[in-house]
């Protein structure tokens, strides 16, 4: 007989526990991820991001220069246009000097006749010296003539009494010596009036000389101030930079002040970052900062130097101001500009303009530096001396009218107008020799 078999049964599997245990795994395994993630962000922030303040509201700023006219007049030629790059003392606008040129004349004039007025008072001190001496002669004479009278009276007083002398010649002679005493009143009286001329005269000469003179001195006052407004008739760069946003045009009557043109010295240049109230905590002066331009990207890199913090945010500053005093406010986190001097080698290899964006991320690890300067620039932050050389050709001007008209050195005075249309000339070759060729016409021809 055969044995029976009893058939294997199915084995059943709990599909649903191993879906539980799949997905406990998954959540544990995200679970650490995110825990490893926190404790790596952590670290990081505490090592690394703690010690960094970074901010992308960042730009270049530099000294906008403007060019304005000190005198008024009809422009005559533009020698400078945007974009082009210009040294100091190199004329960027010319103006009609015509008026200018009429008024030094009239200053010079008028200087001239002062001098020679002036030294009509000094020619005076001695006439008028001349004229005391006079008047003194005249009152010895009128001392002897009384004298003379008096003994010429009392000799005919004695002899009244012996009828050697008439009583009309007694009479006689009382009236020449009335007269001789009156005489001497009189030449008294001229003496006197010759010394106050004398001390009249002297009061507006004592102590200063005919180049000194107060009244020579106003008058050289007026040549200097019309010798400047024929010089200013050329507008000067300031300084070494380009040229930006040019507004004057051939022809164009401009006022004194008015804006011309802007000179923008790239080589002087700094970075404005504008921080969070919250950022400003740890920023020192003197710390170290990175920082990159949106015109280079990330492969050029700057260093820089936060050189000082702003006294006040930008909304306090602001053309109008916002109103917190209100019902309905809402709290604005407010930005205050940090200033960052950059290296200028490194901006002299890749240059920047002003208004670039940039980027800025300052190493804030060292706390040692001051929030806010205490002491004041020991220097000028830029200066120039282009306006100095004008002030020395108008004292050579009042030197030359005065000499001219002073008796003195008549040859060197001779001489001046054509040295000074030698430094005219000098001038003018300077001019040209800082401007490359063809460029002030082809800006002045073209109109721009």
């Not at 009152?139 to 009244?160: F, K």
């Amino acid at each position: 007989m055969q044995a029976t078999q009893t058939p294997a049964l199915p084995v059943v599997v709990d599909s649903g526990n191993r879906k539980r245990s799949t997905r406990r795994k998954a959540l544990t395994i995200l679970a650490g991820v995110v825990v490893v993630g926190g404790l790596a962000w952590a670290a990081y922030e505490w090592l690394v991001a703690s010690h960094y303040e970074s901010t992308d509201n960042a730009y270049v700023q530099g000294n906008v220069i403007q060019i304005t006219p000190q005198v008024g007049g009809t422009v005559m030629a533009i020698l400078a246009d945007d974009t082009d790059f210009v040294k100091a003392g190199q004329p960027l606008v010319k103006l009609d000097p015509a008026d200018a040129k009429v008024a030094l004349d009239q200053a010079e004039a008028n200087l001239a006749q002062t001098v020679r007025q002036v030294r009509t008072l000094y020619a005076n001190n001695g006439s008028l010296a001349a004229q005391v001496t006079l008047r003194q002669t005249d009152v010895s004479r009128a001392q002897a003539d009384i004298t003379r009278a008096t003994d010429d009276l009392n000799r005919r007083e004695q002899l009244v009494g012996n009828g050697a002398v008439s009583k009309e010649e007694l009479d006689h002679a009382q009236t020449q010596l009335a007269n001789a005493r009156s005489a001497m009143s009189a030449a008294q009286a001229g003496v006197n009036a010759a010394r106050e001329q004398l001390t009249s005269n002297q009061a507006m000469t004592d102590g200063t000389s005919v180049d000194q003179h107060p009244s020579v001195q106003a008058a050289a006052a007026k040549v200097r101030e019309a010798w400047l407004a024929t010089q200013r008739a050329s507008l000067p760069a300031p300084v070494d930079g380009y040229v930006a946003k040019r507004t004057v045009q051939l022809g164009q009557r401009v006022a004194a002040g008015a804006p011309l043109m802007s000179i923008i010295p790239l080589k002087q240049v700094w970075v404005d970052a504008n921080f969070k109230e919250v950022q400003l905590r740890q920023i020192r002066l003197g710390q170290p900062v990175k920082l990159t331009a949106d015109l280079y990207g990330k492969k050029v890199e700057y260093d820089g130097t936060v050189a000082g913090l702003g006294a006040g945010t930008g909304a306090a500053f602001a053309l109008l101001p916002a109103q917190n005093a209100t019902g309905n406010w809402i709290k604005v986190v407010q930005r205050v500009p940090v200033r960052i001097e950059l290296d200028m080698r490194q901006v002299a290899v890749n240059p920047l303009r002003v208004g670039l964006s940039m980027d800025a991320r300052v190493d804030v690890s060292k706390q040692d530096g001051k929030t806010l300067a205490d002491a004041p620039r020991a220097s000028a932050i830029t200066s120039t001396e282009v306006f100095q050389s004008q002030e020395g050709g108008a004292e050579a001007e009042v030197r030359r009218v005065i000499a001219q008209n002073s008796g003195r050195s008549s040859s060197n005075a001779a001489m001046a107008p054509a040295a000074r249309k030698a430094s005219a000339t000098m001038g003018a070759r300077a001019a040209a020799a800082t401007t490359p060729v063809g460029a002030g016409e082809a800006a002045a021809s073209t109109g721009h």
